[in-house]
């Protein structure tokens, strides 16, 4: 009897585990899986301009709301997307956190070398997920930068060489010009990203020629790269 | 007696106060005041636009300096945009809150939005007309234009409903840009006057491809021969070129109709081929010509210094800077048809406030705009014209004009021929009726062939089935089905009769039992 106790008993601890096992599988959230009729990051990039796109990603950021538009920064694992004026109620906008997934439909366009869906709905998802800023200084000045188009990614050790507010004054756009080993780089602080109140804003208009700083950005595309900045901190 | 006098009173008070429930409050409207009140200091604000050009906000900084130096009573708060859209939006956030600015630049179409709240914008009629602070007034510290000195088409554009409701600044028009080096090299030589037939006949040719599929013109795989920023100004301009219509001052949409058919489907034949796309779909027009990437951009006067290889203000890197020889032209015109451009330019309004000497102090700063030395200033910055005649028949502006292509800076031959085509075109400009909706109706004009561009790009099914769909889409979004697209709180109008009526009886009733709690009060004293 105590023999077929023992047995039970082993039974029983091998089954748990095996449960405890197969649970934690279940459980575990795979930011990069698609579910069915939404495309995996490669298949959105090879799609053709014009193309309709249907994809899942996470909300980076957000320019502000106006007119029922909002333009979004999103990203998932694989790569990263532009939502440019995505249709969006000023309720579901103010959902829209970082991290936040969503199901987006659109078209596929290019504004100014800027790849970006335009025209788009999106409905909310399960799950979250942010982005580390990839570091692309080793890639300033190569044509390999195009591939992390719109990416969170971080810019390190830059000179500032110019700072511009694009009226002469704060208010709107400020750009920014950084340098890397000699060779001149154009930033931008986008307003509706990050406007004359946020703390980007502020330090970016206290910097002084020959700063040196760390960046974070969105890698935004205007007739070459001209960054979104995001973050920035004196370099470390 | 004296209680029956109490009791009229006292409805006639209770009724006042009724009425004076319903509907916002409303700004009285605007008298000029007969004096000045320099004893009071002003601090008006002024919401102006450029073209991202700092030397316009060079222009406006002195303007104010100079002005505050003349009043030293008054102060001049800038706040600049760089669009005309924003603008707008801001106003009508800031009409609500009657936080509007004191003097703003903007487009009569925005304009007849913002009369939607009553006594919102003042009308200038009156003040053109004072003989002390109105144009050439005898008060005035500064050397202005006065009425006769205005160019009259520039001012009749600021008339709605009869009253002139702002102040034209400056003036500019539509040109297109060409590379006449492509053009040649195509085999075509540029017409005198360029027509839609040629520029579709040159751009399909310019969109043919080698083996590799670059473009054989420029060796690249990018080219978009014909890009038009405005694509409201297209549709319009087409219209008007045909005499076909578009509105009525009545505001009566006419858009919808035939010739509006046809343009569209000329535009969709020529996407297909790859002639043709807009500055919303795929970029600034002078970033694709001075690439070597478009052959006819056609894009504002106001734009002309960002044209061409050699223009002083650039949005491309060097590299990709291609070498041409620029023609300025008129944009494309119908053959047989009176040539036909568009006005268009910032004007100037003056918001109504409850002090009626912060309004002078406002009119006073706009008048003082269109002095000579504001008006040259902003002209030379951009393909403008100045919208005074005193201004363009000054000496300085004449020696301007004469210097045209001296250097790349302030006589770049591009912007002085710019301008040199709305000044020889004046009379051929036009602007399109202005009413409440009809920014909505600009707006539907362009959204009309950008949603023609796109489905033939996404391979959409572009037919008269079609046509019909999208012209019920966008009489829905621009509600252009409603008599008037009204932004903002409305105002409720005056109180109908049967509610004076019942309010009325709800007053008289009210004094009956005030008046019937009285005499017994009194009579309880008398006891």
Known sequence: MKKWIALFLALTVVLSFAACASNT?????????????????????AAALDSQVVVECYVQATQSWWDNKITVYAQDPDGAYFLYEMACSEADAAKLTPGTKIKVTGYKGAWEGEVEIMEATFEFMEGTWTATAMDATALLGKEELINHQNKLVSFKGMTVEAIEYKNGEPGDDIYVTLSKDGASYSFCVERYLTGP???????????KAGDVVDVECFLYWYQGPNPHIYKIAAAK | MKRCVSAVLLISMLCLLFTGCHGAAVQESFTVPE??????????????????????????????ADFEALYPNITVKLSLYTDY?????????NISTNTTPNVCITYPDHIATYLSGRNTVVPLDDLFADTRYGLGGSELRFDGPNREEMVPQFLSECVIDGSHYAIPFMR???????????VEALGYELPETLTWDFIWEVSDAAAAKDADGNFKIN??????????????????????????????????????NETTKMLLHTVADHVKTGAFSTFKISGYPANFL?????????????????????????????????DFEIEVMT??????QQTKMISQGPSICVFNKADSQEVLASWLFAQYMLTNPVQLGYAKTEGYVPVTQKAQQSPEYQDYLSRCGEDNDEHYRVKLEASQLLLDNIDNTFVTPVFNGSASLRDAAGQLIENVTKSVRRNQTVDDAYMEELFDQVTSLYRLDQPTVAAGKQELGPLPQTAILLLSALGISWALILGYAAVTGIKKKKR
């Open chain 1, 197 to 207: 109140d946020s703390d980007v804003y502020k330090a970016v208009g206290e910097l």
């Open chain 1, 25 to 45: 599988d279940d459980n575990k959230f795979d930011p990069a899986a698609k579910s069915e009729g939404t495309m995996t990051y490669a298949q959105y990039d």
């Open chain 2, 290 to 322: 001075n690439a070597g990437q478009c052959i006819f951009a056609i894009d504002s006067t106001a734009g002309a210094t960002w044209m061409g290889p050699e223009a002083p203000l650039l949005d491309i890197s060097e590299d990709k800077l291609v």
């Open chain 2, 219 to 256: 060796g690249q795989k990018v080219m978009l021969p014909f890009i038009y920023k405005s694509t409201d100004n297209m549709m319009i301009t087409s219209l008007a070129q045909q005499g076909a219509g578009y509105s009525n001052d009545q505001g009566q949409i006419q858009i919808f």
């Open chain 2, 172 to 182: 500019s028009t539509e040109a297109c840009y060409v590379n006449k080096t492509y």
């Open chain 2, 85 to 93: 859209g924003k603008i707008y939006n801001d106003v009508i956030t």
């Open chain 2, 35 to 64: 004096n000045f009140d320099t004893s009071r200091n002003y601090e008006i604000t002024f919401w102006a636009k450029n073209d991202t050009n700092m030397n316009q906000v060079a222009v406006y900084k002195q303007a104010i």
């Open chain 2, 331 to 336: 944009v494309p015109q119908y053959p047989g």
